[in-house]
């Protein structure tokens, strides 16, 4: 069975940090592009880092770049989130795609975790 179960989101302080793990069962998660999404309270989900399966080259949103680092082993990504904002609130799903054009486009990924929560508040 092809899945990709999260783990590691939780409420945390402004200026704290998360890491996130989504393990990988099924497939071959090292073959694949690997991303981060983020839906914020009443938004739409964006890609917020993302990972080529040729290169290891990443594309970053500027809204966590020098905060949030990705990264993966045979078949676990992780998501490293430091210095914590409010705004940094919301809905994070892993994802992975075989191919992609568009390397953080939501709409080219295949696979897709449930989902956790992270919430920065005082």
């Known amino acids: 069975q092809v899945q990709l179960v999260e783990s590691g989101g939780g409420l945390v302080q402004p200026g704290g940090s998360l890491r996130l793990s989504c393990a990988a069962s099924g497939f071959a998660l090292e073959y694949y592009f690997i991303g981060w999404f983020r839906q914020a309270p009443g938004k739409e989900r964006d890609g917020i880092l993302c990972m080529s399966n040729e290169d290891n080259s990443t594309y970053q949103a500027d809204s966590v770049k020098g905060r949030f680092t990705i990264s993966r082993d045979k078949n676990t990504m992780y998501l490293q989130m430091n210095n914590l904002e409010p705004e940094d609130t919301g809905v994070y799903y892993c994802?992975?795609?075989?191919?992609?054009?568009?390397?953080?486009?939501?709409?080219?990924?295949?696979?897709w975790g449930q989902g956790t929560q992270v919430t920065v508040s005082s």
């Open positions: 994802a992975a795609a075989i191919m992609v054009a568009t390397m953080c486009d939501g709409d080219e990924y295949e696979y």
